[in-house]
């Protein structure tokens, strides 16, 4: 499975380039007024000085919030940007354009499916703004919600058929929802002369990988490291590469770096979490199989190691609780449903533990019935009447 690891930063001068916060304004306030003019200076830091002072006099102010919230943004203090867009609009939920600023501190922060709904807000009032369609789309994307992304991105692709960023955002969501000849077509559209060398090669990885051609697949992806050594997405690919071949050290380190530059990848952190927890280091696993669940709500497989680790130590319980979940979110999957028996085994539960058993053993029959048909499709279903007779 490829990463939903952002694989936008190569190209995020071309497609965020008209990004901006809005700074909201309001008469006959000194303090603002000195820390908006600081901003415009780029003098970050003094106006950061002057709204917090602003935000000390007057807490419950929207507008002192909001612009405290863009300066801390610029300077990339996204997570104290975040928590003061979200006080300004509980002081004040009609500030449109902070549902924006909000959305785009949570994109910037790695934390895309949280960076969805601010978009969404926003487009409400403002439906037409491509800056914000373009980021919720590539925000579901992100959030493993394919379908709804593309479609998105499908739509601005009609209305801009020449920003080489929507098309390459549209390759990268098709190759990522498994649709590679899709995501090929477009790539072959795209003129590349556009486009950082760097992206290229990562998208031909990309490719590469989801056609099972893994030596030319960690040829591109090698060279787009190089190329960008900070490109957290093809650092994590050749993490999966070398994961795929249990080449563990090297697979640890590639996801390691990735993370340094982009902690916010669930995919990523579950892997890695994994890793972790095979080679001996079950503690610092667990902390990146935690990471992964916050990022991503309903992100079943981390949920599945975890139990594993809290029924080795004795903890059914906990496990119960992480395995009952994940059986929801992932109700045809065998290794859940034994897991899961097994927890309720360990922790008493005898007679749910065998309702899991059973559900485990039909799943198991259902797919070594289709492994029997993919291999002799001729062969005659026994369970299944040739006879197009109807009565017995």
Known sequence: MLSPLSLYPEIECMRCASLFF??????????LTAGREALERGEYAEAERLFRQQVAKTPQSAEALSNLGAVLAREQKFDE?????????????????????LGVAYFKAGRYQA???????FLKSQPAD????QLLAVSLVESAQYRRGIALLEQLAKEQPDDPSILFALASAHIRAGDEEQG???????????????AVHLLQGMLYYRGQHYDDSEK???????????SAPALAALGRLRLRVNDDPAAIGYFERALAIQPQDAESNYQLGVLLGRNGAEERGRHYLIRAMEQRANYPDPMYFLAKMDLNDNHPAQAVKLLERAVQLAPNTESVRFLLARAYKQA????LAKTQLAEFRRLQEERLQRDRKAMDPERPDPTQSMSTDKNP
């Open 22 to 31: 809005f700074v909201i304004s309001l008469p006959g306030q000194d303090l």
């Open 81 to 101: 940007a975040i928590e003061k867009y979200e006080r300004a609009l509980r002081a004040d939920p009609k500030l449109t354009g902070v549902y924006f600023n």
């Open 115 to 121: 960076a969805a709904a601010p978009f969404e807000t």
């Open 130 to 133: 491509p800056r914000a369609r």
């Open 184 to 198: 090929k077509l477009l790539l072959q559209q795209l003129d590349t002369s556009k486009l950082p060398p760097a």
């Open 220 to 230: 591109e992806l090698q060279e787009a490291a190089r190329l960008d050594p900070q």
């Open 348 to 351: 008493g539960k005898d007679d």
